[in-house]
């Protein structure tokens, strides 16, 4: 009976695939429905003391801006009503656990409503669902869809975070902020292999090639 061996360019192949990671999305929400937010592991927390301003993100409203992409109305939003007269904002727009065992990138598209004498601002960065999170300085958003990327190191197998955006700012001037089509992509590990995988991957080539000069018996 014949021996069956794989041809050199398909194990090479195979070794060079082991070498490489491939960059994917691991998280994609485009809010346009935010009611299933929470059922899909976000969370939206609104940290303001008072019962009575309690207001979460929501839908957005097409009659305010309409939508970066999507429906009219498919982002999601917070508004100065989500603090009394005189308090702060703190509104929390935190996404489910998501994998950092490879390094990647979280983007979005930010916009506020920009009318004259109001600013809306809003703070983001990594963290744990317990309100841990490592915020980067308040960034005023424009009267445009603006995309804003932040990236994250690979920090081992099983490693998981979230992250988190919180309006912020004084809510006698803040007026209406939307976030829309958020994602988590790692990035692509590079095919050239590492020194000592591309001797590894020399060797087995050798040894390969050589084989497959053998007669076959």
């Known amino acids: 009976m014949p021996h069956l061996r794989p041809s050199l360019p398909v194990l090479a192949a195979a070794l060079l695939v082991a070498a490489s990671a491939q960059a994917g999305t691991i998280l994609s929400q485009t809010f346009d429905d935010v009611g299933t ?5 976000w969370l939206l927390v609104n940290a303001n003391p008072d019962p009575a301003y309690k207001l979460d993100w929501f839908q957005g409203n097409p009659d305010v801006f309409t939508a970066h992409g999507g429906p009219d109305g498919g982002y999601v939003a917070s508004t100065w009503g989500a603090t009394a007269a005189g308090g702060q904002l703190a509104n929390w727009l935190i996404t489910p ?9 979280v983007m979005f598209w930010l916009r506020g409503a920009a009318d004259p004498g109001y600013v809306d601002t809003v703070r983001f960065g990594f963290g744990s669902g317990g309100g841990n999170f490592a915020l980067g300085d308040a960034i005023a958003a424009s009267g445009d869809w603006t995309e804003y990327s932040v990236s994250f190191a690979a920090a081992g197998a099983g490693s998981t975070t979230r992250f988190a955006i919180e309006q912020t700012g004084p809510g006698d001037l803040a007026d209406y902020v939307g976030i829309d089509d958020f994602s988590v992509q790692t990035r692509a590990v590079s095919t050239v292999p590492e020194p000592r995988s591309a001797v590894l991957l ?7 090639a050589a084989w497959r000069r053998r007669p076959a018996c």
């Open 202 to 208: 020399a060797i087995g080539l050798l040894a390969l």
């Open 37 to 41: 937010l929470p059922s899909d592991g």
């Open 97 to 105: 656990e998501f994998s950092t065992a490879s390094a990647g990138t």
